[in-house]
């Protein structure tokens, strides 16, 4: 079984409305990121959290929001979609203690579009 | 703005040859760097790291060099094989920061057999 699952993995919606895209990992680690990799671009932070209780905006955080349900689960919303959020989305997560220092772990990707 | 660059969108290497794949980058902060291989489909997966302490690390037919001066790195796989046809990212950290990735564009690299 996958360590990072992500869910859904291909999603078509409609502009206005509002999306959820969730990931769930069984590694244990404590840190959980969302990630958007758009065609010709690298990975760009959208959020990120360290613990449950800490929560943090990335590089381009506007148009989003996160919520960190447990350890294990970390979704990122699209209250209303846009256009120029059709992207693929990566959630990673890490743990300095027990990896490679900065290693990060990806889920397999959600490919998002809006119409 | 684009801090870590990788300026190469693809490279075509024959198979046993060498493929180098470059990146540079421009925040003097960071401190440690990556390599993550991407296939189709899937999430990047980690390849190999470099500390800016180090200027070379080897894992089997991957080695990272780094030039601290020309904030510059590059990822040797000698010999390549038609497996190692992935897109390639390079990351950089600032690790006494919020030790978040920065990663470049990526390059595709396809092996020919």
């Known amino acids: 079984d996958a360590d990072v699952t992500q869910t859904p993995r291909n999603r078509i919606t409609k502009t206005g409305k509002r999306i959820m895209l969730e990931c769930s990992q069984t590694k244990g680690h404590d840190r959980m990121y969302w990630y958007r990799q758009d065609p010709g671009l690298g990975l760009q932070l959208i959020y990120y959290s360290f613990d449950v209780k800490d929560i943090n905006k990335g590089e381009i955080s506007d148009g989003y929001s996160v919520s960190r349900q447990a350890q294990a689960k970390f979704s990122l919303s699209l209250e209303s979609a846009i256009p120029n959020q059709t992207a693929l989305y990566f959630c990673a997560t890490s743990d300095p203690r027990t990896s490679g220092a900065n290693e990060q772990f990806f889920g397999p990707g959600t490919r998002l579009t809006v119409l | 703005d684009q801090q870590v660059k990788q300026n190469s969108p693809s490279l075509s290497v024959q198979e046993g040859r060498i493929s180098i794949l470059n990146c540079d980058y421009t925040?003097?902060?960071?401190?440690?760097f990556l390599w993550y291989k991407k296939y189709p489909a899937e999430g990047p997966t980690f390849l190999i790291s470099i500390s800016s302490i180090k200027d070379k690390n080897e894992d089997g037919r991957f080695t990272v060099f780094l030039n601290k001066s020309a904030k510059h790195l590059s990822l040797h796989i000698v010999p390549s094989q038609p497996g190692d046809s992935a897109v390639y990212f390079c990351?950089?950290?600032?690790?006494?920061?919020?030790?978040?990735?920065?990663f470049g564009t990526g390059t595709r690299l396809t092996v020919i057999p």
């Open positions: 990351a950089a950290v600032h690790q006494t920061g919020a030790n978040n990735l920065f």
């Open positions: 925040n003097s902060m960071f401190d440690y």
